[in-house]
DNA sequence: CCTCCTCTTGATTGACATACAAGAGATATT
DNA sequence: AATATCTCTTGTATGTCAATCAAGAGGAGG
């Protein structure tokens, strides 16, 4: 079982390269964040981050997954309040990182990998909500206001609104559910 | 006053450079419509398309603001339908630029010109929508109402949503504004 | 005939993602 | 101990792209 040159494993390495490039993707965004200058900020020559990563959109999908993960967790602390509240949560905890929502979805198209991502992203986020739903819906239904919900809070996140604004949407949006 | 050289005005050749770049930006993205590819699908030189337009994204808006025109123009042929049918009528009539859709939303943190157009189009798409809402609602209200309905289309339009999916959301949005 | 003005092009630059082949260092095998 | 093999790293190179610049070509007006 050989081990890292450096007395590191493979997984340790690539996730420093994954900390160096989720920064500067959230920070510069896709374009922005350059395969030189992660490897920089990384210590390493552009071409070692190919020996960890097939292409940028394997490491930007590993970079999207661990946020996911992140927000998958920390959602365990919010999960007891009202939806409402967790929706501005939500918001509040993908504003941050609105460059990698919005590469998301440009990139959706021409990445295959960033495409299962996106897919395998909507299914978890509906996961996290569904069975907190008490009415009675049919499925058609229910997929229909999910996605109002999903929609709505991807267009917080993305586009310019204040405190009130997004307190306003999330709380429309809680209410809608509650009144159905 | 001199003329074109060609008998064309520059207006006239700015449409035609328009034309193409319209439907590569479409078919294969921003990225994937380089301007050497738009330039020969003019017949033209990519030097020439800097004469034209100051840098790609202006091309890019040039192209963007020909679609809202249409679709501003092409509304008022729906204006007098339910709101739900116009919802379904504008995810069907963005649907087919949704690459357009994501480039902005993508590309809106790094061009300038790029995000004053795409405050422009909400304005717009906002000011088609709020005479007919008839209930009488604070400020603030209207516009979260107005925002969960932007970017729930917003978001059916660059989902995949099947036709029974992109009603059942159309509708349930219209609802939900008459309910209030 | 000369001189602007409008348009077009060729040559070039610098950044980028990525491929390839060769190296270096540690471990495993003989 | 010598060699072979695996893991990782780097130098070099390729092709593509947006954008720049300087130089032309053609018509209009003086």
Redesign the pocket.
């Known amino acids: 079982?050989?081990?890292?040159?450096?007395?590191?494993?493979?997984e340790a390495?690539r996730d420093e390269i994954v900390t160096a490039a989720s920064s500067l993707f959230v920070s510069e965004g896709y374009?922005?964040?350059?395969?030189?200058?992660i490897a920089a900020a990384a210590g390493?020559?552009?071409?070692?981050?190919?020996?960890?990563f097939?292409?940028?959109?394997e490491l930007f999908v590993a970079v999207a997954d661990r946020y996911l993960d992140l927000l998958l967790e920390q959602h365990t602390t919010v999960a007891e309040q009202p939806l409402a509240e967790q929706f501005v949560w939500l918001v509040d905890s993908l504003r941050p990182v609105r460059h990698l929502v919005a590469t998301v979805h440009a990139r959706v198209a021409r990445s295959p990998r960033i495409a299962e991502w996106h897919s395998s992203f909507h299914r978890q986020m509906e996961a996290l909500f569904e069975d907190q739903l008490t009415i009675e819906l049919s499925a058609a239904r229910r997929n229909a206001e999910a996605a109002v919900v999903t929609f709505a809070i991807e267009g917080a996140v993305t586009h310019d609104l204040d405190a009130d604004a997004t307190a306003d949407l999330c709380h429309s949006l809680a209410q809608r559910l509650a009144g159905l």
């Open positions: 079982m050989p081990r890292n040159r450096n007395d590191q494993t493979k390495k374009d922005g964040a350059s395969m030189g200058k390493l020559t552009p071409n070692t981050l190919y020996w960890y097939g292409d940028k959109d």
